[in-house]
């Protein structure tokens, strides 16, 4: 059973940094690629960013392009969100999901592409 578990959101003022983490368990973390989501009450989860298994590709969502950054730890089956220069508009919460793909490169920015998620954690952004 694939366990998703995130960390690390808060309540931030506008123009903070924050660094979200996310630890899988029950899977051989190593050949899933991952990725961050955020939902806010009366939305659909959008994307906001993913990364390969190999951590060579990524991609975002314009919203945070420029100042977002994920990342990965294979050796300890953990990827991170670092977002900067944080808005009001970033608040929502932020789920963790993982997928296992063929590709070391795959990368994959829709919610249905994704089997396992976290519970989430909430970020809010005062102004």
């Known amino acids: 059973q694939v366990v998703l578990v995130e960390s690390g959101g808060g309540l931030v003022q506008a123009g903070g940094s924050l660094r979200l983490s996310c630890t899988a368990s029950?899977?051989?973390?190593?050949?899933?690629?991952s990725g961050w989501f955020r939902q806010v009450p009366g939305r659909e989860r959008e994307f906001v960013a993913t990364i390969s298994w190999s951590g060579s590709s990524t991609a975002y969502a314009d919203s945070v392009k420029g100042r977002s950054t994920i990342s990965r730890d294979n050796t300890k089956s953990a990827v991170y969100l670092q977002i900067d220069a944080l808005k009001p508009e970033d608040t929502g919460v932020y789920y963790c999901?993982?997928?296992?793909?063929?590709?070391?490169?795959?990368?994959?920015?829709?919610?249905?592409?994704?089997?396992?998620w976290g519970q989430g954690t909430q970020v809010t952004v005062s102004s």
């Open positions: 999901a993982t997928e296992k793909t063929e590709q070391p490169i795959t990368i994959l920015t829709q919610p249905p592409e994704y089997s396992s």
């Open positions: 029950g899977l051989t973390f190593s050949y899933y690629t």
